[in-house]
């Protein structure tokens, strides 16, 4: 069973569309971030939810605006996508906020044409 | 600014030899610490963590050695083993609230 799944695994774009991308974490977690690795292979953290509410936001831009429907799922919204915002996206999950071990999904392959 | 860094981006090791993977960092306030192991086209996993108030912690074949006058930490794997060729990322966090991540290093054990 898969802990930390990410839908879809590969999203291939024009830029100016709006995309979303999906997380679901089955472990029982309260505690969910989206991560983006960028080319340079940096990993950062864009946001944080712990029991549905925001507890990091990063300087992102506001194209950008994560859902959490529930505790289960963060769902990111990318609105207006440019060039730069290909990269790899990571959805992870934590039993709490702090120094919890992070359970990580298998990446979202972005790529904006 | 990349507070975590890992300068090495690749290590070949023979195996059944020692691999040494390093981590520098620059934040004094980070005194919590983890490393990551990553296969191609998955997600980052939890290998093993340090605390500041330890200078080493081993959990079978990997031992973390932290040095904060030094603000170094490496990872030891013995023996190295054909499995263990992956991206490992080294990350730490000085209130818990986030972790900041290094660039990783590719290890590539020779069978």
Known sequence: ???????????????????????????????????????????????????????????????????????????LHINSLELGDSAVYFCASSQGFGRETQYFGPGTRLLVL | DQQVKQNSPSLSVQEGRISILNCDYTNSMFDYFLWYKKYPAEGPTFLISISSIKDKNEDGRFTVFLNKSAKHLSLHIVPSQPGDSAVYFCAASDDGNQFYFGTGTSLTVIP
């Open chain 1, 1 to 75: 069973d898969t802990a930390v799944s990410q839908t879809p695994k590969y999203l291939v774009t024009q830029m100016g569309n709006d995309k979303s991308i999906k997380c679901e974490q089955n472990l029982g977690h309260d505690t969910m971030y989206w991560y983006k690795q960028d080319s340079k292979k940096f990993l950062k953290i864009m946001f944080s939810y712990n029991n549905k509410e925001l507890i990091i936001n990063e300087t992102v831009p506001n194209r950008f605006s994560p859902k959490s429907p529930d505790k289960a799922h963060l769902n």
